[in-house]
């Protein structure tokens, strides 16, 4: 069988998610792996190419390699011709247009015509303000943008966004959001035909992986009197085992999968009708 190739990211943001991932799918990447450039994982079937998140879209695109983890806004900042397989449940952040707080400028309206912009994500914005209908100068820069508009480059700057604190501390003030943007899991579109069975397979594991992320197993011994209570008090649950307890009538024990946002809601509903002994616990992966 022909092994695969993935890029993978060689540092930076998305370095210890996609590590973590592929761990989770079994391809261990052990400390001197890292340190390599490339590394042979699963017996041969995987290579995989330690790799800038920025330049993954392009290599797999080239079919350098046939798959890789890399950020959705570098794909569509790049408009490389790769097919996404997989959102990924990390590198979650925002493309926003934000202005110095000393500035004034509290919407997109109040932003003259022809201001300049400083961005490492050019396409991105020029796309933006022309679907806007804003003219304005866009000036590529390749890190730092926050400072921009404080040393006279520019009047406003896109950048990514996680949680704002860096806006906040570089005193800028977010305006709009031009894109969501998340880790994602893209193939070469040859690649896809010539080895559909293996990318595949890689694709399955990687979901059932990122869809146990999202759910918890719940377990609780509820009494039998309020059972018929159960689907109606837990939405969010789906179908519950029930089982017998031995030397207990009035009791049964109940197994569920439950999403993770749920959970805290779903044991307070269980307590309330009289729920004891619960338990939770992650699910490694979930193949549906
Ligand atoms: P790197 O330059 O290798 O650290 O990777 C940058 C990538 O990480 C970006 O293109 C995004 O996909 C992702 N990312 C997630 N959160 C952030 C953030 N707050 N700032 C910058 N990049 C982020």
Known sequence: ??????AVPNKGRLSDGAARLLEKIGLRVSESD???LIAEVGKGRYQLLFVNAKDIPEYVELGVADVGITGRDLIEEQGKAVKPLLELNFGECRLTVAVSESSGFRR???VPEGATVATSFPNLTRRYFAQRGKRVEVV???GATEITPHIGVADLITDLVDTGSTLRVNRL???EVILESRAIFIANPKSLAEKPLEIGELTSALESVVSAEQKRYLMANVPKAVL???PALLPGISGP?????MGRDDLVAIHAVTSEDALNGVITVLKSIGATGILVVPIERMVI
Do not use: F, N, W, Y
């Open 241 to 245: 085992t029930i089982m017998p307890i």
């Open 173 to 175: 003030r977010p305006l």
């Open 140 to 142: 590529a820069v390749s």
């Open 108 to 110: 997109l309206d109040d």
């Open 34 to 36: 890292e340190r390599r």
């Open 228 to 230: 018929d209570q159960l």
């Open 1 to 6: 069988m022909a092994g695969v190739k993935i």
